[in-house]
């Protein structure tokens, strides 16, 4: 299986959101295939942003999110950027609400991965990348989880992934809740603060955000292992 990042922008009122879409492209495919899987995806995160403008946004940014934690292809961060930068009053809130029905999301995800597993995985994603994430899962477990809500990991493949590997719901819950919360958050706190001076920022460093943000969870959890580990030698001499 090749994989290839495609780079598309979908505009509303005059402000461009950045995008980017894996692709992913099987060797016996044609090679126009991906070509058309990035028109459709383009075609489909411009009809997505469009809603900002609706009155009905709040609504469809929460229904973006929840369901981009199960099958959506299209992220919610540009959505949120986009009716944070017309209410920056409202973007903690806004944050808040992604947060929340993507991680209801996660939970639709987790379920459904419990009783349809694999079978449900591999309609979406290819066998390479699921293999991938169970030897992550199994190998690191809440932590995957964390990274996968933070960073631009798909988070949908963990939850169901999660499921069908019978990961505790409670784990799972909290490990989605602290890295979503992470992620979302500080986007709405940043625009908050700085409204739509911070927008361009966000857009040229979101996966450097983003990434930075999990390695600096593990490193923090790293630091307090440590030093817990020294605490009971000191405790135990």
């Not at 780079?7 to 950045?18: I, L, M, P």
């Not at 075609?43 to 934690?69: C, K, P």
């Not at 639709?108 to 991938?132: D, E, N, P, Q």
């Amino acid at each position: 299986t090749k994989s290839k990042i495609y780079n598309t922008q979908a505009t509303v009122n005059g402000s461009t959101y950045d995008f980017q879409i894996d692709v992913n492209r099987r060797d016996n495919q044609d090679v126009a295939t991906p070509h058309l899987m990035f028109e459709l995806l383009h075609r489909l995160a411009n009809w997505t942003i469009q809603f900002s403008d609706s009155n009905w946004a709040v609504f469809f940014l929460g229904l973006n999110s929840f369901t981009e934690s199960i099958f959506f292809p299209i992220p919610p961060d540009p959505f949120l950027i986009a009716l944070s930068i017309g209410e920056p009053r409202a973007a903690l809130w806004l944050a808040s609400l992604v947060t929340i029905s993507s991680v209801s999301g996660g939970l639709v995800g987790h379920w459904l991965g419990r009783y349809l597993g694999r079978t449900m995985l591999h309609r979406w994603i290819s066998a390479s990348k699921i293999t991938t994430a169970q030897y992550i899962v199994n190998k690191y477990g809440a932590w995957a989880i964390i990274i996968a809500a933070i960073t631009p990991i798909p988070y949908k493949v963990f939850s169901v992934l999660a499921g069908a590997l019978n990961m505790s719901t409670g784990i799972f819950f909290i490990a989605s809740l602290l890295g979503r919360g992470i992620r979302f958050l500080t986007i709405g706190a940043l625009l908050f603060l700085y409204g739509e001076a911070i927008k361009q920022y966000i857009d040229d460093n979101f996966q450097v955000l983003t990434i930075g943000s999990g390695v600096a969870i593990v490193l923090t959890a790293l630091l307090v292992y440590v030093y817990k580990k020294v605490r009971i030698r000191q405790t135990t001499h």
